[in-house]
């Protein structure tokens, strides 16, 4: 047995004291102190360094209980800046936010596509570009890009076996490109992972302790959260709920597996039978025309099922059937409190699938005696991986250890418990 | 959002030094502070500490490098001892291990079988108090009694649902009832997580960050590590294997699902699907015999497959299939390293599941493109979880935090890191 132990460094007291200044808004130090356990002096001393370094101000006093009254703390929003950049098939995403988390530029684009992997880069560079122009912030204060993508990553290489319609990703190291593009420090990391992070941070699942954010755009996947912290596994691919076996002889999938969630009832999969129905691939308008992507076919099928077109609504309520008993697994070996569906194919037929995930989990989830398992339609279903990607740059900048997250696969340290 | 953020709590520091220590050996003060990333003060203070409680104790010198001779630190292995007890239906291990986790007495007693929880209690009492005695060691260096049982566990009840053998548990407080007849403290947990906390100290899972201990006696769970600290879930019944759905429109389960792994290929449906082949009843010694147990009639269809019997090894196989593929959700999920087959239904079959898991796992896990998974067998199949069962009792002790575990569900700090 060898190797170092996890160092209790100095930079966690401080990611974990920022966090709580995030979350609570405006709090003194005597409120850290209650919600950090760490002992005054060494909140003295955090908060001494994180004012002279800008990320923290002091904000008038709290009403006085009696005493003296204490000095308010809370971050300097405009201190810090991060982009987050959610690249996929079907588009690219680009977010801007500031240190609190908040989104202050947006912007949407076409998606990779078939184009060359360094043309889509030397656009995303200009993209970047664009977005922290237009919001009129100083370039100086954008610490890096985060960048997330489907599918697993490999340290060596970036994507090491992104889903079909990316395959020609593989193996181009797309986190050095865009980082050479640009100027910016560029973190790599899966978009599952992004969105629950992001849907942490954007408020979306009640401040559980294990949560699961299920993301379903082109496929299926799912970000693990454990205390806030993104749990990211041996290599930063943990959660791959799309390829739970459902049927150890049923089709095969592209992952070389058969019976995976994602062939039996993935967004593919239900757009592939949508069109093997001449009269459902024509009222949803499918017919007749060539498929722009999956996602764009997916949701013409959604709009569809929420219009009441009986064919659609029985595709999609079977494809949840699926996933509910997907999710069951999940809950299963994660323990779950909190199930967010998040991704731009639960935009517009989550309201469908939600109440049958909930339904199953409700029946046969298998420590139901305990607690249940809340299953929650994201706020923020379209963004959450971008606002996820920024958050990363923010935690890692705050954390010095967390640069070689990517490397290590495991948090090394508590930075986004919230209170 | 609120609720206390997690303590930088001092016994931390205390117990991740203790763990190293455990780990190493022996090992000096300037090891301490490289292995563990702690200040020299920091190291000083907390050995110190060790020192005046009798944890640790000053052994000698290392071999000069040039300068000063360090002294060498190392446990005081007969300071402290904990019993752990593995119950189930089909029997009883205790065991008494000491402050570095080396078992310094077993014993092994008939299961709870269907005798009343009261009586069991009263027995269990009774065989802990033979253990201590038996080895003649200071009562008063036994800290406590860790007690795992199969299933999920409740804090207001103990055993929220057990499995069937045990439904006569289901609401008795077992954990009180013991800590009563015995006057020692009892911390309750689940077997399989026992199992895997007891391959990590018995070093059973090389060091890997990730690790899943399955688990089969007479059901088949799992206990999960993240750098070698139990990943217990919202409820401490996390690594629900048995219940991983294969089929969704396939058998009853106990649990209230259908096709979960155990009812599909579980030992008591191996062990039924073998009395219903009357060639193979007889010459695995089932025919014209009442059932013992789940777990005896499963060893001994085990007995049949190891001797070359056809029929016992082919129901063999495909249980192992079965378990290969949700083996490989388990590890698409977790992002797994090392997976290790423990309990006493892998002491005999092991060898025959094995080699069908790491090959599933070779050809199917999905970032199998970035690293393997590998498959290892269990040296202490039969004791890892009453091993297990003493650590968590010597881990709680050590780091105050601890004792909340089982009600908070997620283990709040990590002590057992390895170096």
Redesign the interface.
Known sequence: ?????????HA??KA?VL??IR?AGTISRVGLI?????TGA?ISTVVRGLIEDGLVVETGRAESTGGKRRVLLQLDHSSRYAVGVHLDHAGITYVLTNLGGSVVGRISRPGAGAAKPADVVARMAGEVAALVGSVGIDRERVLGIGLVSPG???AATGM??PPPTMRQWSDFPVDAALGQATGLPVLLDNDATAAALGEHWS?GVD????VAAIYMGTGIGSG?L??GIA???????????G??????DGPQCW???RGCLEALAGPAAVVAEARSDRALAKTSGLAGRRTRSVAADFAAVSRAARKGEAAAVALLERSA??LA??T???A??????VVVLTGPSFAIAGAIYAPILQEELD??F??R???AVRVRLSASAATASAIGAAAMVLQSELVPLHHGLRLQ??EPE?VA???
Chains 1, 2 share one sequence.
Do not use: K
Not at 34 to 38: D, N, P, Q, R, S
Not at 231 to 241: K, P
Not at 332 to 337: C, H, Q, R, S, Y
């Open positions: 047995m060898s190797g170092p132990a996890r160092p209790t460094s966690s007291s974990a966090d709580v979350a209650t919600a950090t356990g760490l060494t697993p990553l490999s090491a076996l408020g401040n559980a302790a294990t693990l454990v205390n749990y990211r596994g041996a290599s930063g691919n943990a959660g791959e709920v390829h739970i076996c459902l049927d150890p992952c070389g597996a059937r699926y008993v997907a069951r697994t999940l299963n070996i994660m323990d779950l409190e029946r046969a298998f420590s005696a305990n607690h696969g495991i508590p418990r919230v209170t």
